[in-house]
């Protein structure tokens, strides 16, 4: 399967960096993990080559803060016809995601509801543990986040972890992984932050890929007002502690091999 990040930022998007968005193709799938602004990626010539063959869609929300979720509205441009699953979480406290996703996907903020998309598109209720997509086995676990988070694993290929306070067993969720997409909003930890922070650090971020025993940690969810330095910053902080740590870059590609069943889930 193919890895491709469409977006590599937390927040705003940068002309260089376009938020969060994780585009993963197998022969009859493609999957989304968030669809931030990245998402609109997919209209460039560059990246026609995902939308080639017949495939059906399945989008994974992590949560509904608006960086993630902008990029609903552009389904049904990008992917006419084709069936498409959104998986969407509930809110902590709030409760039924796929009914505020809802309410926001209607006038008077867009044009048209989700029911008039012109594609059959299914809203689901992400759930915590396994559901099949295709040739993989996608797995959620709930992370810390205001409003709470999910994080995600593709069989034994992939590890999506953003938006999420540090938590104990996020290593052993990521165990095995071959590629790990975590978020790195800042360099070090906030010292005198709120805690839990709803962010972790490049260095956190770093203690799960060598908890987990990952083959890379790619660093996501970037602030998008860090200059170059800073950006250095954060991937020196993660590389202290594991090694094989890259700063995800919009358009960054990885082929990687999946096994169905997740290689040791706890
Ligand atoms: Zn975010
Ligand atoms: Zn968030």
């Known amino acids: 399967m193919e890895v491709v990040v469409l977006g590599s930022a937390g ?4 002309p260089e960096r376009q938020t969060t968005c994780v585009c993963v193709r197998t022969p009859s799938t493609l999957c989304l993990f968030d669809v931030g602004s990245g998402l609109a990626r997919l209209a460039q010539p560059e ?7 017949d495939f059906e869609v399945a989008v994974f929300l992590t949560h ?11 389904l049904a441009a990008l992917f006419p016809g084709r069936r498409t699953t959104l998986f969407v979480p509930d809110v902590r406290r709030a409760g039924d995601g796929p009914v505020w996703l809802q309410r926001l996907v209607r006038p008077p903020f867009f044009p048209h509801t989700l029911s008039e998309f ?4 299914q809203l689901k209720r992400a759930q ?14 709930l992370q810390r986040h205001p409003g709470g988070s999910l994080g995600y694993r593709l069989g034994d290929a992939l590890v999506v972890l953003t938006d999420c ?3 104990e067993d996020a290593g052993a969720f990521a165990h095995g992984a071959r590629v790990l997409i975590h978020e790195a909003w800042t360099a070090l930890p906030d010292p005198a932050g709120t805690n839990p922070a709803p962010h972790s650090s490049a260095g956190e971020a770093a203690e799960v890929a060598a908890q987990g025993e990952v083959g890379e940690l790619l660093l996501c ?8 330095g800073d950006l250095e910053r954060v ?32």
């Open 11 to 14: 927040w705003f998007p940068r």
């Open 47 to 53: 990246y026609a080559w995902l939308l080639q063959g």
């Open 64 to 74: 509904l803060h608006l960086d993630h979720i902008v990029g609903v509205t552009y």
């Open 118 to 121: 012109p594609l059959p598109l």
């Open 128 to 141: 915590l543990g396994a559901v099949s997509i295709g040739e993989c086995e996608v797995t959620a676990r």
């Open 165 to 167: 306070s540090p938590s």
């Open 221 to 228: 969810h970037l602030h998008p007002l860090l200059a170059a």
């Open 235 to 266: 991937l020196t902080a993660a590389r202290a502690v594991f090694p094989l740590t890259y700063l995800a870059e919009d358009g960054m590609r990885r082929s990687v091999r999946c096994s169905k069943a997740p290689s040791s889930l706890p």
